[in-house]
């Protein structure tokens, strides 16, 4: 039976990319996530800010700042708590280039064109095998267009994938009135592939303290959904990789997520639950229900059901919605 996948035109082992987390900052945690079956493994993000602070060399002007209200105190991190600081985070790609044989993905985080990413280069010379690009951002501006907002990021897209020679995945939210031309404007400016989707964290509300805190909540399998739905419509139009990340927990996710599209199948948060095991589990069931329903590769089960190739396309559409609500009775 043939795992193998081809993501980002990297020869993968298998689907399972370990995505974006805290288990790239050990390198006996990552050893584990190999030996578990990771194919590949998506490094914590490098952050806009933490470049760009960096690089103006103003790190007591901006912690002066940030110390101006209890809004900025409460949300954003000294300089000194990220996990990872820009020297370092290339450090830690060659340490986890030369201790481990599966792919390393490197990842930046931004939304701004800027200086902050010439480090996608620095990335490919510290030995990354490709670069994920994860287009964070929470518009609240209403002045602010929508076309300007996806022109800027178009603009960050290339920059970033005209710096190197290495693949650059883009990592994007659910929130574009049209996601389909989207993604292929995102293909035009160089990516290699897109991952569905990002997980904004909400905040909730204290109504004894009137304040607003963070909370950060691991996924659940339900989120799984959009994504699967997103996959299958983009799949028949993508000329790169599809990846998607956020509620898979099972095989039975790994299997959907294949089905609809991916090429790539990330997980994080049932590895923060259970530990690095897991990956073995999802691969077994993989494997399993290939040979129950005679697959012999990963490649001749994707797309089954995307929206060219499944039996009813209606269902990804309107009908869908319109029969689940006249579906209720009471």
């Not at 292929?184 to 509300?205: C, I, K, M, T």
């Amino acid at each position: 039976m043939n795992l193998e996948v081809n993501y980002l035109g990297l020869k993968l082992s298998n689907p399972l990319i370990v995505g974006a987390s805290p288990y790239c900052d050990d390198l006996y945690a990552a050893r584990k996530l190999q030996d578990a079956g990771a194919a590949a493994i998506v490094m914590r993000s490098l952050f806009e800010e933490q470049v760009e602070q960096e690089q103006r060399s103003l790190l007591h002007h901006t912690e002066a700042a940030t110390e101006s209200t209890s809004e900025a105190l409460s949300y954003f991190p000294a300089f000194e708590e990220y996990q990872l600081l820009p020297d370092e985070y290339l450090r830690q790609i060659e340490r986890l280039r030369k201790a481990l044989n599966v792919p390393i993905i490197a990842s930046l985080n931004g939304c701004h064109p800027g200086g902050w990413t010439n480090y996608a280069a620095r990335f490919e010379a510290a030995g990354a095998n490709a670069v994920e690009l994860n287009l964070y951002q929470l518009v609240t501006d209403p002045k602010l267009r929508a076309d300007e907002v996806e022109a800027d990021m178009l603009e960050t897209v290339s920059s970033v994938t005209s710096a190197v020679k290495i693949p650059v995945a883009v990592k994007i939210s659910p929130f574009h009135s049209a996601l389909a031309q989207f993604v292929s404007a995102l293909e035009e400016a160089g990516a290699a592939g897109v991952v569905l989707f990002n997980r904004f964290y909400q905040p909730d509300f204290n109504i004894e303290e009137l304040e607003v805190e963070p909370q950060l909540k691991l996924s659940v399998p339900s989120e799984l959904l959009l994504r699967l739905r997103w996959l299958a419509i983009l799949s028949p139009h993508m000329r790169g990789s599809l990846a998607v990340t956020g509620g898979v927990h099972s095989a039975e996710g790994v299997i959907k997520s294949i089905l609809a599209g991916a090429h790539g199948v990330q997980v994080v948060s049932v590895l923060l639950r259970h530990g690095p095991n897991v990956l073995s589990s999802l691969l077994e069931g993989l494997r399993r229900w290939m040979a129950d329903h005679e697959y012999t590769s990963v490649d001749q089960l994707r797309g089954v059901l995307d929206l060219r190739r499944c039996p009813n396309p209606a269902a990804y559409e309107r009908a869908n919605y319109q029969r689940m609500l006249q579906s209720w009775r009471v």
